[in-house]
């Protein structure tokens, strides 16, 4: 109301880094600003695509690659992706089902859980982001330095390349619209590397038990996907995991375990009102609402907004 001083709503996760000047503006994170995210990440995307469409297509390096990883996997025991694609090739809603799911789903969930937290967790969306920058970038550097043919282009396999066959829609990788992605990309696999980092990000910040079971669900589905459809090899997956592995621990590093959810992140308790103000104010959401559970991060322990502690 007219001639009332507003409280200020915190912008930033309790307990971040405390330095004073530009260290401190840059560690701790803050509440995202819609039109700032949306351009950085199309503008992340369209370098990621271009960089990556970039790297050589080394074909013979890609496939003697394929091979010998082909051949590792032999040793190791695991080399079963051709049943997989074999199998499930032979079952056509599931294959087809499949192929839109490897098309679609890659996208549309990693966008819907970074618009997730944008509104219902913004103090931590800024951590989650840069877990998946910092993964999508070092895959890159995977791509570069190991060209890899994925299955169903290796010579003298028996592999099936299901979109082919089946003449889905959607891949950037067969028909028509392979001259327009690298076809040597494979790993590391971000398929497994986003859908895992979708999968841990709700899983740690969910409360309700259905919703996590199936965070978990989402990558274990995506693995069988990517293999039945002959476009990764299990050890690709492997890539993708240590890729996110790598992308925490700086997202970690930057911000702060805090404000980074992931496997290891406790939730939040809900938001609390703040009791305090006159009739009429508009309530404020504790700061303890956005600090992990625990008794260093306690209602108690978190003087009100505006005043400064004893």
Known sequence: MEGRPRQAVPDTVAGADERPGLLRRVRTPRRPRIWFEILLIG????TYSLIRNAVPEQRAVA???????????????IAVEETVNQAINSVTWLIVGMNYYYATLHFVVTLGVLAWLFRCRPLLYSGARTVLFATTAVALVGYYLFPLAPPRLMNGSMFVDTVLVHGTWGSMASGDLKHMSNQYAAMPSMHIGWSLWAGLTVYALARVPWVRVLALLYPTAT????????????????????????????????????AVPGPFHRTAPPP????????????????????PAG????????????????
């Open 272 to 291: 609390v009102a703040a009791p305090s103000g006159p009739p009429g104010a508009e309530p404020v959401a504790s700061a303890a609402s956005v600090a």
């Open 63 to 77: 496939l003697r690659n394929a091979d010998w990883l082909w051949d590792v996997e032999n040793r190791l025991g």
């Open 223 to 258: 693995l069988v996907v990517i293999v039945a459809t002959a476009n990764h090899f299990w050890l690709d997956a492997v890539g993708g995991l240590l890729c996110l592995a790598f992308g925490f621990a700086v997202a970690r590093l930057w911000y702060g375990a805090a």
């Open 43 to 46: 503008v992340s995307y369209w």
């Open 295 to 310: 008794p260093a991060h306690s209602a108690a322990s978190v003087p009100p907004v505006g005043r400064r502690a004893p």
